[in-house]
């Protein structure tokens, strides 16, 4: 069973930064694709960026078209921490942002299935991100 935790979201005014993190537990955090959705009210949950093993010490990242340019993912396997860096953010991005995990994943170049819900085995809490105009 591997648990997430998420921290890091706020309320931030329109042009402004955030980084959210999510904690992983699980010892082969280094092989886990993570993903990071978000879900607005009203709406349906969305992918917004993903990160996946290659295979040695290399990942394959990959967001969606509204945030790209923007938001930056990344990882330090060290601390088994994924993490959201959200530059220039616009009130449209207000919404609760979840942090997802699928253990022993391997990229395979053309493959988007990081970017389904159903894809991940594991979700965190959610983090609340609020951008007032």
């Known amino acids: 069973q591997v648990q997430l935790v998420e921290s890091g979201g706020g309320l931030v005014q329109a042009g402004g930064s955030l980084r959210l993190s999510c904690a992983a537990s699980g010892r082969t955090f280094s092989s886990y694709a993570m993903g990071w959705f978000r879900q607005a009210p009203g709406k349906e949950r969305e992918f917004v960026a993903g990160?996946?093993?290659?295979?040695?010490?290399?990942?394959?990242?990959d967001y969606a078209d509204s945030v790209k340019g923007r938001f930056t993912i990344s990882r330090d396997n060290t601390k088994n921490t994924v993490y959201l860096q959200m530059n220039s953010l616009k009130p449209e991005d207000t919404a609760v942002y979840y942090c997802a995990a699928r253990e022993g994943y391997r990229y395979a170049s053309g493959n988007r299935d990081y970017a389904r819900q159903g894809f991940y085995d594991y979700w965190g809490q959610g983090t609340q991100v609020t951008v007032s105009s």
């Open positions: 990160i996946s093993w290659i295979g040695g010490m290399s990942y394959y990242a």
